[in-house]
């Protein structure tokens, strides 16, 4: 089952050490619903928005000790309620995940300040937690690191389905890898756990909205089980190129450090 949280539960904030060692399916968004600041902590009511949070992977025994937390024992006067909605992890509306458990707020709402943005974490401040699925050269922890990605707090290995891995964007090694639609491909990689301010880093060195756009994709991990994620593709119609020895000898370590050769991408 799955817990959608918006404000305490959330990365960063007193009440996270509940769902810090849980799988982190994607940060996401719902529709219908306003975010309220309640004070020391927001709400969220039925209204003409988005609220955005983070996705977990639980399991019955946690849901119940977040009732408790949220004051939720199936009564009219609780201060939260527990109900079902659907989270979207794209703008584009393509991946989403039905019947996710989240916490309506159910008291007398007026005179609360509305938080329009509907995200609590960059309205505060606070960092944003994300998933990256990586796939080139920045599975390589050199490459991140010259690049000046300083803290990745999880990583895994994952594959991407209906996809493989071509050669066809100009760049400092000659050609680098792209993704390419393609029936019955894979492509592996890392799902990398990281602070939103890591891909803005990245967005430097992938020349994000000159070459490449950040995009969000599906994938899986050994289980099959699924995440959302962010990514780097350069949307050219190109042919495939040669790419240099450097370059795949760069990807090839990467992926090798955790996949070894259970894995390895076509084209590698």
Same mark, same amino acid.
């Given at each position: 089952m799955y817990i959608f949280v918006y404000g305490s539960l959330r990365?960063?904030?007193?009440?996270?050490?509940?769902?810090?060692?849980?799988?982190?399916?994607?940060?996401?968004?719902?529709?219908?619903?306003?975010?309220?600041?309640?004070?020391?902590?927001?709400?969220i +009511? !039925?209204?003409?928005?988005?609220?955005?949070?983070?996705?977990?992977? +639980?399991?019955?025994?946690?849901?119940?000790?977040?009732?408790?937390?949220?004051?939720?024992?199936?009564?009219?006067?609780?201060?939260?309620? !527990?109900?079902?909605?659907?989270?979207?992890?794209?703008?584009k509306r393509r991946f989403y995940l039905d019947n996710v458990y989240m916490y309506k707020y159910n008291q007398y709402n007026a005179g609360f300040?509305?938080?329009?943005?509907?995200?609590?974490?960059?309205?505060?401040?606070?960092?944003?937690?994300?998933?990256?699925? =990586?796939? =080139?050269?920045?599975?390589?922890?050199? +490459?991140?690191?010259? !690049?000046?990605?300083?803290? +990745?707090?999880?990583?895994?290995?994952?594959y991407l389905d209906g996809y493989r891995l071509i050669f066809n964007v100009k760049c400092k090694y000659g050609y680098c890898a792209n993704l390419k639609e393609e029936h019955e491909a894979k492509v592996c990689g890392y799902i990398y756990v990281v602070l939103e301010d890591e891909l803005s880093v990245l967005d430097k060195a992938e020349e994000h909205l000159v070459k490449y756009i950040r995009d969000i994709v599906k994938v899986k991990d050994e289980e099959g089980k699924v995440y959302f994620a962010s990514t780097y593709v350069y949307d050219i119609k190109d042919k495939n190129m040669k790419p240099s020895e450097e370059y795949l000898k760069i990807i090839r370590e990467g992926l090798g450090r955790l996949w070894g050769r259970d894995c390895i991408s076509t084209g590698l």
């Open positions: 990365y960063g904030y007193e009440l996270h050490h509940l769902l810090k060692d849980k799988r982190l399916v994607g940060l996401g968004f719902i529709e219908g619903y306003k975010m309220l600041d309640l004070g020391n902590y927001p709400g +009511i !039925r209204g003409d928005g988005i609220v955005w949070g983070e996705v977990y992977d +639980i399991d019955e025994q946690l849901l119940m000790l977040l009732d408790e937390v949220e004051d939720y024992r199936g009564k009219p006067d609780d201060l939260y309620v !527990r109900e079902k909605t659907t989270v979207f992890f794209d703008q300040k509305e938080i329009e943005s509907g995200d609590y974490s960059r309205w505060s401040g606070m960092p944003v937690l994300t998933n990256y699925f =990586a796939y =080139a050269e920045n599975t390589n922890l050199e +490459i991140l690191k010259e !690049r000046g990605v300083k803290n +990745i707090l999880a990583q895994l290995k994952g």
